[in-house]
């Protein structure tokens, strides 16, 4: 049987190809290839697109959080409230100042509980960040209450919501600053690495473009110790293209998710992902809760269908922060995710056919492990 890969890139990139080729071919003959007019041809649009007075681009979204929580004064020794569930580049570019990672449970929307985070504040706690994990936007507005009772900065981890939109205002332009990751499968991805800080605070804005230059205030003239950080030109010139399109795929993959969630609903043993009311989730990741999680993904693999993790194991229980003193327990939501998620396919151009397919290979393998009746599927 043709399976259903998890990510399908060229099939996105079909359409736009030619499109891509005219761009990247501007900056061959350009001879700019670090930074330059199309990167910031970019950063325009992106700010527009988030709605936010700046974007600053730089190689990563790893890259984009270090710099967005320097540039908010997050020094060695502070701490950073994060989620306990999150790709681990949240809480590694904490690590990177020499500040310290403090987490916290997420809540039924698989993002950073607010009720969690009043508990979790020292004197020590220099910032916040929320992660708008697989395109669902944290409980942004009840995180921000708490932080500015205690007057710390909210940093957004948007790196998975690129278009996503909490009560009226797009993920990213609500905190101090945001980080994005333009890596390949993000919803918008570059042909490489990427990443951008976006802020409305100048200040935060110019501190960033100079950390991601060697620290350079002027040529030849380093104001503070900085980063080789830039992105390259051919990254700015495929993301201007891919922003075009962008609206288009997110909409494609609310369908992908509408259509999961009519033919999933009900089945015994798959749990769907909750969306929180009055915010637009953009579906980076389809995550739903099973049961057996890894004998259900080595069975549907054997069918064809790529599904993934996001991800295998909470931030607190990785070997690297054992010197976080945390134990497994401490963090019930975030383990159980670690434990029961299984990522379905999901990218813009996925057909319903491929759809059905994936439908039915999960009820297929839920209801022979767990001996559920199949004629629930829709
Ligand atoms: C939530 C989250 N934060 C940060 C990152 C880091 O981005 P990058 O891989 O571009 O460094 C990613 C993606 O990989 C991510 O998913």
Request: glycine share 10%.
């Amino acid at each position: 049987m043709k399976g259903v890969p998890f990510l399908d890139l060229e099939a996105q990139h079909h359409p736009v190809k030619d499109e891509i080729k005219e761009a990247l071919g501007r900056v061959v003959d350009s001879g700019c290839y670090v930074l330059g007019p199309e990167v910031a041809a970019f950063e325009e649009q992106f700010a527009a697109f988030v709605g936010t007075q700046h974007a600053v681009c730089v190689n990563s979204g790893t890259s984009a959080i270090h710099l967005a929580l320097l540039a908010a004064g997050v020094c060695e020794g502070d701490e950073v409230i994060v989620p306990a569930m999150t790709f681990i580049a949240t809480a590694m570019a904490v690590t990177y100042i020499g500040a310290k990672p403090v987490c916290v449970d997420v809540d039924r929307f698989c993002t950073m509980n607010p009720e969690a985070v009043e508990d979790a504040i020292t004197p020590k706690t220099k910032a916040i960040m929320p992660v708008h994990l697989y395109g669902q936007p944290a409980d942004v507005d009840a995180i921000t209450n708490v932080a500015e009772k205690y007057g710390i900065a909210v940093i957004e981890d948007a790196a998975q919501a690129h278009g996503a939109v909490y009560k009226g205002r797009r993920c990213g332009s609500m905190g101090k600053a945001a980080a994005w990751s333009f890596y390949p499968g993000k919803n918008l991805g570059a042909l490489g690495e990427g990443g951008a800080v976006t802020t409305n605070d100048p200040d935060i804005a110019e501190k960033c473009v100079t950390l991601r230059d060697w620290g350079q205030g002027a040529k030849g003239w380093h104001v503070v110790k900085g980063f080789n950080y830039r992105m390259d030109a051919f990254q700015g010139a495929a993301l201007g293209v891919k922003l075009r399109h962008l609206d288009e795929w997110t909409e494609q993959r609310i369908s992908a998710a509408r259509m999961y969630r009519d033919k999933l609903s009900g089945v015994p043993g798959i749990e769907l992902p909750a969306s929180r009311e009055g915010s637009r989730s953009v579906w980076h990741i389809f995550a739903v809760m099973v049961e057996n999680r890894d004998t259900v993904a080595t069975m549907m693999r054997e069918q064809n269908i790529g599904v993934s993790i996001h991800y295998p194991n909470a931030v607190h229980l990785h070997p690297c922060y054992r010197d976080l003193g945390y134990n497994a327990g401490d963090f019930p939501n975030a383990e159980n995710i670690a434990n029961n998620e299984i990522s379905l396919p999901m990218f813009p151009g996925i057909t319903g056919e491929q759809i059905e397919k994936v439908v039915n290979a999960v009820v297929e393998t839920v209801s022979r492990l767990h001996g559920n009746d199949r004629s629930t599927a829709r």
